[in-house]
């Protein structure tokens, strides 16, 4: 995969994220989904290439506002998903693979290691599908120019009121 779709990938979900509160519908059932506490935003230019930012919510700091107005891209992000009262997965991904790393599953309430076994792959499933799903979307959304002339607007303005609003305009 190109390194730019991947980060444009996260770019997309970062916004739908937030202006759209969390939810996402998946599997008939609205999950929530967002940037948590790690963003690393890197720049192709420059003397000051990447951004590190964790720790409380960084996706809505001055530091991502500025970091994303300057042409950072996602190279790698914290992603929290709520499947659900008490069903919480986090997990890293990177931007120029996609892959999942440091994958933090919801508890597994089981005493049978066999049942816990199933239940792990349940999730492990569950959330490669999810991540499958959620790229579909994005590829579909960007195959269409109209589409993707529309979103890529509404990402400038997205990132423009971020900066607005820690920042003056």
Not at 4 to 19: C, D, N
Not at 20 to 47: A, K, N, P, T
Not at 67 to 94: I, M, N, P, Q, S
Not at 118 to 127: S, V
Request: aromatic share 12%; proline share 2%.
């Amino acid at each position: 995969m190109s390194d730019y779709i991947g980060k444009e990938f996260l770019i997309w979900l970062w916004h739908k994220s937030e202006t759209m509160e969390g939810r996402y519908r998946f599997q008939d059932e609205i999950i929530h989904i967002w940037i948590d506490d790690h963003v690393v935003l890197e720049s192709q230019y420059g003397d000051a290439r990447e951004s590190r930012l964790s720790k409380g919510e960084p996706s809505i700091s001055p530091e991502a506002a500025m970091a994303l107005y300057e042409g950072k891209k996602v190279k790698e992000c914290k992603l929290r998903v709520e499947f659900g009262v008490e069903k919480v997965a986090t997990f890293t991904v990177k931007g120029h693979t996609l892959q999942i790393s440091a994958l933090k599953m919801p508890v597994i309430l089981l005493e049978n290691d066999e049942e816990i076994f199933i239940e792990r792959l349940h999730w492990l499933t569950r959330i490669d599908n999810l991540m499958g799903t959620l790229f579909e979307d994005f590829v579909r959304e960007r195959l269409d120019a109209e589409r993707w002339k529309e979103r890529k607007f509404e990402i400038i303005q997205w990132i423009q009121k971020k900066k607005a609003a820690w920042h003056g305009s």
